[in-house]
């Protein structure tokens, strides 16, 4: 049983337009967000995250919104550049913060087109 | 400061073999993460260690798994008599404390054939 659910496995956006990867998730004890991205052959980086206390966290050019209603939460990346080119995974925790039990998404692999 | 080392990167394995990953965090960093990743899916989380201790091997396999954090050295993840169904991309994660966002290696890929 999936409980976090990345529905797109990818994504293809133009470059300097805005790409938005979407993440549903089940469990209702989930009280914090991430979203890794990661290059192929390399582990996962840590992006942006939000609190559910929160219902929007901006950094940059990257922005997550968090719907506690709908179990469902955003990242925006605008403007899309080339660089942005990977797969962005959704994380989901119960414990405040921490990798214990990190919950992942399958993943969606974004592709910035020039 | 050097970040999440795992080694070996890739890792080639008969069945019924025994394979061995190590991860070293992060400096400064005492709990350590493992996950697997089976092609075509997230990442799944298989255990948690602080030094000397395993906190939560809840994603774990039963059997033929078992992973190690000591006191001096690498965490180690094992597994024994491997079979096809092992072959994945294995990733380690540290953090200070349990508050905070954790920090991956670069993976070993792990193939049994």
């Known amino acids: 049983d999936q409980q976090v659910k990345q529905n797109s496995p990818s994504l293809s956006v133009q470059e300097g337009r805005i790409s938005i990867l979407n993440c549903d998730y089940t469990n209702s004890m989930f009280d914090y967000f991430l979203w890794y991205k990661k290059y192929p052959a390399e582990g996962p980086t840590f992006l942006i995250s939000?609190?559910?206390?929160?219902d929007k966290n901006e950094d940059g050019r990257f922005t997550v919104f968090l719907n506690k209603s709908a179990k469902h939460l955003s990242l925006h990346i605008v403007p899309s550049q080339p660089g942005d080119s990977a797969v962005y995974f959704c994380?989901?925790?119960?414990?405040?913060?921490?990798?214990?039990?990190?919950?992942f998404g399958k993943g969606t692999h974004l592709i910035i087109q020039p | 400061n050097a970040g999440v080392m795992q080694n070996p990167r890739h890792l080639v394995r008969r069945r019924g073999q025994e394979a061995r990953l190590r991860c070293s965090p992060m400096k400064g960093h005492s709990h350590v993460y493992w996950y697997r990743q089976l092609p075509e899916e997230g990442l799944k989380f298989m255990v948690y260690?602080?030094?000397?201790?395993?906190?939560?091997e809840s994603g774990m396999p039963k059997e033929r798994f078992s992973a190690e954090f000591p006191k001096e050295g690498p965490s180690i993840l094992r597994i024994q008599q491997v079979v096809r169904g092992d072959s994945a991309a294995y990733f380690c994660?540290?953090?200070?404390?349990?508050?905070?966002?954790?920090?991956f290696g670069q993976g070993t890929r792990l193939t049994v054939v």
């Open positions: 994380a989901a925790s119960g414990s405040g913060g921490g990798a214990d039990g990190l919950t």
């Open positions: 939000i609190s559910s206390i929160k």
């Open positions: 994660a540290s953090t200070p404390g349990v508050w905070t966002e954790a920090f």
């Open positions: 260690l602080q030094k000397e201790n395993i906190i939560d």
